[in-house]
């Protein structure tokens, strides 16, 4: 197989510990699986690509990475650091508590060169009900040593609108976060997903969600208190220090393409959406028996890609780019989207500029009612 | 053939008590239907009629049958059982000389039994009482035989008992049309006269009437005159529907089957019109039909304005094969231009939509459907309206008038405090009360139609645990105290949301239409007031809240399908709305205020 386009390079560790109560993620137990053969197949799965020349960015997420066994992780990413070999932003996701100097030092000797720690928050109580299972204390050790063993680049995640908790709780983490002085930070309010055990606590009622109201002023004041410490906000849910946006990321919301690997990873490559099968076992079979490990092909037409593009692009502070978006689609995007825009421009939901067309600060609460517009023609 | 050998018979009953199924038996017996050709409910051969598993449109076939070693010749019509079509069957029963009266044997007597046999006998047909569905274990057939005795006066010995399912008892009730109802009078020798009691419209051979012979005959070749319209025609093929279309040379007198004769649109014919021979006419018509009246009307507008020419064509298209159904170009300050529709009732009027939208892809929003009124203004003059927004100025009103029904219940005695209280809720005056037997009883009211056509029925059938049925059938116009309650919407007041409601329940109901109307319009990106006015005068207001949060925290390249279905799925909920001003109001809205239930 041979791919000229794709840009970035996922990974995705189908392992975590323990489940946390709210995640939807295709990850399960660490204990049940004998995690060797699975890294093996993605390994196996990489290689199937001809990666090297054109990855600029890895990303290796899950579940969680820094759960499997030291050896296997390190191994994994010698390979990849070997077959992508311009590669300009290297990611792993850490678990705090489950990374300390030595473990951070050999991930930074073998060319990872970013971290995004999840973290969630700093209040012991909302992180046992998340069913986290670290502490604040955790976060800050992780961050210390990861300064200490050269890390530049440090991201962290927050969840907002917990239950039961308020405005000052949010408040809490938002500068307990900003004091660790870290490059990103991203912010997401917390979703009840089908399935979850936090979906369930709702439904029955033993949880209440915050109300809509707070959950607006949580998500305003994270603007507010994380641009004042000079993290500037680039999409919707992510702030960073000028310049250390986080590309991987950013190839997503251009919609250009990239190559997932791993149960349940999605790509976009050749024109064409794919899935891979979440079951570890039937992952790990299809690709032992040198079959396709994709379930799910789906091939958007050129107007069905101009739209995926305007909703992912409209993610960005700065919007659609109209030159990027013609080269790219093919289509002229204030022509191709003329009523919706200017039905929100009236509502002051949308600002053109001469080179782009962005959402303005008071649709971003309210985003997905100005993005549906753009979703089909 | 003489037409001592002919049998003319329709079958009607109450919904679902198994008409076309028997309709299917003798089919059968009589070997009408190839063995591959075989299904149940044969003769209701519309999509929607299939779906629904009811009859719509009245069918007619012709079978024969050997009895005693003469042919005979059998034309039967089956009819719909709903109210909505009644219509059909009065046609059906004018066309023939007996009826089989089918009940179920598990339900006994219901409200469209004994509006029908009525019919039946207005129309000096014969009646053969049948009791259906005797495999049933509930079937109580001798009960449902006394019953039939008591409200018809037929003996109940002489009824049959048949499974229409099974078979059983069908070759009997063959037996009985033949020697129990009468052949038609033999008229040959007279000028011809036949009675036009269908239609419908084919697009490649124009319009096909459904005839039946009274006196002379209809033959190939001849040139035909409406008496009614006066217009001539040259008859191009006649037939019989065996149940297919077949061509016959000649249709002989007392004898069922259609003409086709070049007539291109249905507006053409009259139902209930006369048939006869241009060279030498019938003296007098035949008795007509009063023609079907339109009990409901609602406004259909365009989601898109663009679309207006599209949603013309599609209703012209539906009037080809509905004459029942009528639409005139309307248009609303609110709303932009569309049509005003009428209907036989709300079964005719979802069946319209259904097809509305099948055959066509146009996003639509309907009002709420509402009976027409007469308003008396100041000056004197009365006038028709089929809306509340053409309601003049209160101040010119002098009198309003609002249709009322015959209403006939039929319940168990179990349930009669329980229906007795809803009547009074809906104004109903009782006419009597009749005990049919120890447990059943059926109520006459005098009802405001209004009051009934909506929601009535569900209720009746709630409290009555499923077994209260009723019939309506129109009687007048009467003054009423009625005034107009008119919402405004973002200050704005929306012709479309208004209501005509009796003065004694108007500030209650007023009420609850706006707590319906913030259930059922979306929250908006801004705070939408809510006012609800009674004869000029505002009596509460409701505020729709704005959205606060609305955003996909998380999005990243694995999602990007699942969210652009989300996403396309929000926007598609804006669809079947119309703008007014900047507020987006779904469909559901409009309907939502008829709705008037406690909770
Ligand atoms: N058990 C039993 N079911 C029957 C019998 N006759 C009809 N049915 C069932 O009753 C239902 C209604 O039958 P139809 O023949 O469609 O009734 P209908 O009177 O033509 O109904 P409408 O035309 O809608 O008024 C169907 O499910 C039939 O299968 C019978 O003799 N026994
Ligand atoms: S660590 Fe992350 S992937 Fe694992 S269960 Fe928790 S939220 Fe899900
Ligand atoms: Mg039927």
Not at chain 1, 104 to 113: A, M, P
Not at chain 1, 137 to 148: F, I, Q
Not at chain 1, 303 to 329: H, M, P
Not at chain 2, 102 to 110: L, T, Y
Request: net charge negative; proline share 4%; glycine share 6%.
């Amino acid at each position: 197989m041979n791919v000229s386009s794709p840009v970035s390079l996922y990974v995705h560790i189908p392992f975590c510990s323990r489940r946390c109560r709210y995640c939807a993620f295709a990850s399960e137990p660490m204990d049940l699986h004998d995690p060797k053969p699975v890294i093996d197949a993605l390994i196996q799965e990489a290689a199937r690509y001809d990666l090297g020349s054109t990855i600029q960015t890895i990303y290796i997420g899950g579940g969680s990475p820094t759960s499997l066994p030291e050896k296997l992780l390190f191994g994994l990413i010698e390979y990849l650091a070997y077959i992508c070999y311009d590669v300009s932003e290297f990611t792993v996701e850490a678990n705090p508590g489950q990374v300390n100097e030595p473990i951070l030092k050999s991930l930074y000797s073998l060319g990872v060169n970013r971290l995004s720690i999840g973290v969630q928050s700093f209040n012991w109580k909302e992180l046992e009900l998340l069913g986290r299972q670290h502490t604040a204390v955790d976060v800050a050790k992780s961050v210390y040593a990861a300064r200490t063993v050269g890390f530049t680049n440090i991201s962290l995640d927050l969840i907002s609108a917990i239950p039961e908790s308020g405005i000052k709780d949010f408040e809490h983490s938002l500068l307990c976060a900003t004091d660790l002085d870290v490059e990103h930070i991203s912010v997401y309010s917390l979703s009840y997903e089908d399935g979850t055990s936090m979906k369930e606590m709702l439904d029955s009622g033993r949880i209440q969600a915050v109300d809509e109201e707070t959950d607006r002023a949580m998500y305003e004041m994270a603007i507010e208190v994380l641009e004042q410490a000079g993290l500037r906000q680039y999409e919707i849910s992510n702030f960073a220090v000028p310049g250390l946006e986080c590309a991987h990321n950013l190839t997503y919301w251009a919609n250009r393409s990239w190559i997932g690997v791993g149960p349940s990873a999605a790509s976009w490559y050749q024109g064409k959406r794919t899935v891979n099968v979440a079951d570890v076992r039937d992952y790990v079979r299809r690709i032992q028996e040198g079959n396709d490990p994709t379930l799910e092909v789906q091939n958007p037409t050129l107007l069905e890609r101009a739209c995926e593009t305007a909703v992912l692009n409209l993610r960005r502070r700065v919007g659609i780019d109209l030159s990027e978006f013609q080269q790219q689609t093919g289509f002229d995007a204030l022509n191709l989207f003329a009523e919706s825009i200017q039905n929100h421009v009236s509502n002051g939901f949308l600002e053109i500029t001469d080179k782009s067309v962005r959402l303005t600060c008071k649709a971003l609460p309210i985003a997905d009612q100005i993005l549906c517009d753009f979703s089909t023609l | 053939m003489g037409t001592e050998h002919i049998r003319n018979f329709s079958i009607v009953a109450h919904i679902d008590h198994g008409k076309s199924t028997l309709a299917d038996r003798l089919l059968d017996l009589t070997g009408a239907v190839d063995e591959r050709e075989k299904m149940d409910q044969l003769l209701d051969s519309m999509d929607i009629e299939r779906e629904r598993g009811i009859t719509i449109k009245a069918s007619a076939v012709t079978m024969y049958h050997e009895f005693q070693g003469i042919r005979y010749m059998l034309n039967l019509i089956d009819t719909p059982g709903h109210v909505d079509f009644h219509y059909e069957v009065s046609r059906a029963l004018a066309a023939c000389e007996g009826a089989l009266l089918v009940v179920d044997a598990s339900q006994g007597v219901e409200a469209q039994t004994v509006a029908n046999a009525y019919l039946a006998v207005e129309t000096h047909n014969e009646i053969l009482p049948v009791i259906n569905k005797v495999d049933l274990p509930a079937a109580q057939p001798d009960l449902v035989a006394e019953e039939i005795e008591h409200i018809f006066g037929i003996s109940k010995n002489h009824c049959f008992q048949i499974s229409a399912k099974s078979g059983l008892g069908v070759a009997d009730l063959l037996e009985g049309i033949i020697t129990l109802l009468p052949p038609p009078k033999d008229r040959s020798i007279e000028p011809t006269a036949a009675l036009i009691f269908d239609s419908h419209c084919d697009e490649y051979r124009g319009v096909i009437c459904y005839v039946r012979v009274f006196a002379g005959s209809l033959r190939t070749r001849t040139k035909i005159r409406l008496m009614g319209s006066g217009r001539t025609y040259m008859v191009t093929e006649l037939g019989k529907f065996m149940p297919e279309m077949t061509p016959v040379a000649e249709l002989g007198c007392g004898e069922v089957g259609y003409v086709i004769a070049n007539i291109r649109q249905l507006a053409d014919v009259t139902i209930g019109d006369t048939i006869t021979e241009d060279s030498r006419p019938a003296v007098k018509a035949l008795p007509g039909y009063q023609p079907p009246m339109q009990m409901v009307f609602s406004d259909f507008y365009p989601g898109n304005n663009t679309d207006y020419p599209k949603l013309r064509a599609a209703f012209e298209k539906l009037t080809l094969n509905d004459a029942s159904f009528s639409f005139t170009p309307q248009s609303s300050p609110a709303l932009g231009f569309g049509f005003r529709c009428g209907f036989l009732g709300l079964l005719h009027m979802e069946i319209i939509q259904e097809r509305l939208e099948r055959e066509n892809d146009i996003d639509v929003v309907q009002t709420a459907p509402t009976v027409s009124y007469e308003v008396v203004t100041t000056d004197g003059v009365a006038r028709r309206i089929d809306s509340p927004s053409e309601l003049p100025d209160r101040t010119k009103i002098e009198e309003l008038w609002e249709p009322f029904v015959r209403l006939e219940i039929l319940t168990g005695t179990d349930t009669i405090g329980g229906i007795m209280k809803l009547a009074e809720q809906r104004r109903c005056q009782m006419i009597k009360t009749d005990y049919l037997g120890p447990t059943r009883v059926m109520f006459e009211y005098k009802a405001p139609l209004a009051e009934i056509v909506y929601d009535f029925y569900d209720q009746l059938k709630g409290i009555s645990h499923g077994y209260a049925t009723m019939d309506y059938e129109f009687i007048g116009f009467e003054a009423s105290d009625l005034v107009k309650i008119d919402i405004l919407v973002n200050k704005q007041p929306v012709d479309a949301l208004s209501l005509i409601i009796h003065r004694s329940v108007a500030e209650t109901r007023g009420r609850r239409v706006l707590v319906r109307l913030r259930q059922a319009i979306p929250r908006h990106q801004f705070d939408v007031p809510l006012q609800v006015a009674v004869g000029g005068k505002i009596i509460a207001r409701e505020t729709i809240k704005a959205y606060r949060k609305d955003v996909t925290a998380k999005l990243y390249g694995g999602d990007v399908t699942r969210k652009m279905k989300v996403l396309k799925k929000q926007k598609e909920g804006k669809k079947r709305m119309k703008s007014i001003g900047q507020v987006q109001i779904p469909q559901e809205a409009f309907m939502s205020i008829l709705d008037s239930s406690d909770n």
